[in-house]
């Protein structure tokens, strides 16, 4: 069941809902809310503080029951660390921290009121908007393939979380973005024996259907044969799974040039010829992240009506080892007329996005950003916490980058020198699909950069951030956010 939210201006102590959220402070200092919480249970707060038994130590949540002079019977006290660095993290930790005390138990209806706090360089409206995505996040839950008798899929605990505050608009903006993380969640946790590229082909389809505004377009082998993508039907050669290329439209900008977005979507990858090894390829079905991200951005930019012309092109392509498969040494030729020697076959992700990305060029783009699971070695530079940024358009990565500082959803600029170019130099066709051992993210952007010359482009590699690692590992989402942000800012900016 989707969290339900809402806005709230009652009183905390007067709120009339399972459970009140209120904060404090490590140096036992309360929120506003808590403070009317405190006066109406004639101090029960503070003696409890000074007792010991609440804390604010980032993260401790206790739960209150049947405060003296409280409506609502239980009030959840949340961690929130030292006032003078209270910030940013701080605040969606809280929101996120709130949600998941009471994901499961008896509590169904909450009152976050920690969004009448001081967030430095933010205001009320990203307070509310970005509590909701927290919240929402915190919330998710991965239920489409469990069996019918398996007590996850059993609706229990918080349903409604209303937050303090009158801006309508800013929740609606928060609630939309959270539908969009959620989107691209899904799709990035399904099995790839059911999300294949026909798969997202349809979910692109049955999302447009809902709105006059929105329109989608998917091609197929017949189509990409006509238009010579040779280096992405060479990697779709070994599967059963035939490719998919979907083109997901909003025309909400008159006349102006559409931003747009491609997404890498190999639904799973083997690597091919050059296979995976245990402690890697289990985890491959998140390779299709990019075409998650740029659907969810889709879900999120319809749901918010931005007023500007979008294209998010999902290419869905499986790679998989097979007798038809293509090899290394291959040498194939992509849609722009290039040729490509193939060093690797594991490397097949910038193999599908450049033809992609020579397509997308009908569009004739405002600018153009690709997103995609594309090398190990930014997971190695970055960790899991920063999306890396390539662009020839400095302006350009200081937008995307300040988006992602706005939500939190963070970026990280990598070179893009001309130095790095030869390292993709081949003796038997124009490039090489891979740079050798070092800059191994830095050389897949350059490559990717030769089928956007004349463009105003960026790539993302999001092989850190768009899934958490390990057994337990989920699609993180991201960088929906980012990316929502991105968008937004320049429908304000017309």
């Given at each position: 069941?989707?969290?339900?939210?809402?806005?709230?201006?009652?009183?905390?102590?007067?709120a009339?809902?399972?459970?009140?959220v209120?904060?404090?402070?490590?140096?036992?200092?309360?929120?506003?809310?808590?403070?009317?919480?405190?006066?109406?249970?004639?101090?029960?707060?503070?003696?409890?503080?000074?007792?010991?038994?609440i804390g604010g130590?980032p993260?401790k949540?206790?739960?209150?029951?049947?405060?003296?002079?409280?409506?609502?019977?239980?009030?959840?006290?949340?961690?929130?660390?030292?006032?003078?660095?209270?910030?940013v993290?701080?605040?969606?930790?809280?929101?996120?921290?709130?949600?998941?005390?009471l994901?499961?138990?008896?509590?169904?209806s909450?009152?976050?009121?920690?969004?009448?706090?001081?967030?430095?360089g933010?205001?009320?409206?990203?307070n509310?908007?970005q509590?909701?995505?927290a919240?929402?996040?915190?919330m998710?839950?991965?239920?489409?393939?469990?069996?019918?008798?398996?007590?996850?899929?059993e609706?229990?605990?918080?349903?409604?979380?209303?937050?303090?505050?009158?801006?309508?608009?800013?929740?609606?903006?928060?609630?939309?973005?959270a539908?969009?993380v959620?989107?691209?969640?899904?799709?990035?946790?399904?099995?790839p024996?059911?999300?294949?590229?026909?798969?997202?082909?349809?979910?692109?389809?049955?999302?447009?259907a809902?709105?006059?505004?929105?329109?989608?377009?998917?091609?197929?082998?017949?189509?990409?044969?006509?238009?010579?993508?040779?280096s992405?039907?060479?990697?779709?050669?070994?599967?059963?799974?035939?490719?998919?290329?979907?083109?997901?439209k909003?025309?909400?900008?008159g006349?102006?040039?559409?931003?747009?977005?491609?997404?890498?979507?190999?639904?799973?990858?083997?690597g091919?010829?050059?296979?995976?090894?245990?402690?890697?390829i289990?985890?491959?079905?998140?390779?299709?992240?990019?075409?998650a991200?740029?659907?969810?951005?889709?879900?999120?930019?319809?749901?918010?009506?931005?007023?500007i012309?979008?294209?998010?092109?999902?290419?869905?392509?499986?790679?998989?080892?097979?007798?038809?498969?293509y090899?290394?040494?291959?040498v194939i030729?992509?849609?722009?007329?290039?040729?490509?020697?193939?060093?690797?076959t594991?490397?097949?992700?910038?193999?599908?996005?450049?033809?992609?990305?020579?397509?997308?060029?009908?569009f004739?783009?405002?600018?153009?950003?690709?997103?995609?699971?594309?090398?190990?070695?930014?997971?190695?530079?970055?960790?899991k916490?920063?999306?890396?940024v390539?662009?020839?358009h400095?302006?350009?990565?200081?937008?995307?980058?300040?988006?992602?500082?706005?939500?939190?959803?963070?970026?990280?600029?990598?070179?893009?020198?001309?130095?790095?170019?030869?390292?993709?130099?081949?003796?038997?066709?124009?490039?090489?699909?891979i740079?050798?051992?070092?800059?191994?993210?830095?050389?897949?952007g350059?490559?990717?950069?030769?089928?956007?010359?004349?463009?105003?482009?960026?790539?993302?590699?999001?092989?850190?951030?768009?899934?958490?690692?390990?057994?337990?590992?989920?699609?993180?989402?991201?960088?929906?956010?980012?990316?929502?942000?991105?968008?937004?800012d320049?429908?304000?900016a017309r």
């Amino acid at each position: 069941m989707a969290l339900e939210f809402a806005l709230n201006t009652s009183a905390a102590a007067q709120a009339a809902l399972d459970c009140v959220v209120v904060g404090l402070f490590a140096d036992q200092s309360l929120t506003p809310a808590a403070e009317a919480i405190d006066a109406a249970s004639a101090g029960r707060l503070r003696a409890l503080a000074e007792r010991g038994d609440i804390g604010g130590k980032p993260g401790k949540t206790v739960l209150l029951h049947d405060l003296p002079g409280v409506t609502a019977p239980r009030v959840l006290v949340i961690g929130l660390g030292d006032k003078a660095k209270f910030g940013v993290p701080q605040y969606l930790k809280a929101a996120a921290d709130a949600a998941r005390a009471l994901k499961t138990g008896n509590v169904h209806s909450a009152l976050f009121t920690l969004s009448e706090l001081e967030v430095k360089g933010r205001d009320r409206a990203w307070n509310i908007r970005q509590a909701a995505i927290a919240a929402d996040h915190a919330m998710y839950r991965y239920t489409a393939t469990l069996g019918a008798n398996n007590k996850k899929r059993e609706d229990k605990g918080l349903e409604k979380f209303e937050i303090t505050g009158e801006d309508g608009a800013a929740l609606a903006q928060g609630q939309a973005i959270a539908a969009g993380v959620a989107f691209a969640r899904e799709l990035g946790n399904l099995p790839p024996n059911v999300c294949n590229p026909a798969y997202l082909a349809a979910q692109g389809e049955a999302f447009a259907a809902k709105f006059d505004k929105a329109e989608c377009e998917v091609l197929g082998d017949a189509e990409m044969e006509a238009l010579g993508m040779g280096s992405l039907l060479a990697v779709a050669r070994g599967s059963a799974n035939r490719p998919r290329i979907v083109a997901l439209k909003w025309n909400n900008g008159g006349e102006a040039k559409p931003y747009v977005l491609v997404g890498k979507g190999i639904t799973f990858d083997t690597g091919g010829i050059n296979l995976k090894t245990q402690g890697g390829i289990e985890e491959m079905k998140y390779d299709m992240c990019g075409a998650a991200t740029v659907m969810g951005t889709f879900v999120a930019a319809v749901g918010m009506a931005l007023p500007i012309n979008l294209v998010c092109i999902a290419v869905g392509v499986e790679n998989m080892p097979d007798g038809n498969s293509y090899r290394p040494s291959d040498v194939i030729t992509s849609m722009s007329g290039k040729t490509i020697e193939v060093g690797n076959t594991d490397a097949e992700g910038r193999l599908i996005l450049c033809d992609a990305l020579t397509w997308a060029q009908k569009f004739e783009p405002e600018a153009l950003v690709d997103v995609a699971t594309l090398t190990g070695a930014c997971m190695v530079a970055l960790g899991k916490y920063a999306t890396g940024v390539m662009t020839k358009h400095d302006d350009l990565a200081r937008e995307l980058i300040g988006a992602g500082e706005t939500v939190f959803d963070r970026a990280w600029q990598l070179p893009l020198w001309d130095e790095y170019q030869p390292m993709l130099d081949s003796q038997f066709a124009d490039i090489y699909n891979i740079g050798g051992r070092w800059a191994g993210a830095i050389t897949a952007g350059c490559f990717l950069s030769r089928f956007a010359e004349g463009q105003r482009w960026a790539h993302l590699d999001i092989a850190g951030s768009a899934s958490d690692e390990g057994k337990m590992g989920m699609a993180t989402g991201r960088p929906v956010g980012l990316l929502s942000q991105w968008l937004s800012d320049r429908g304000a900016a017309r």
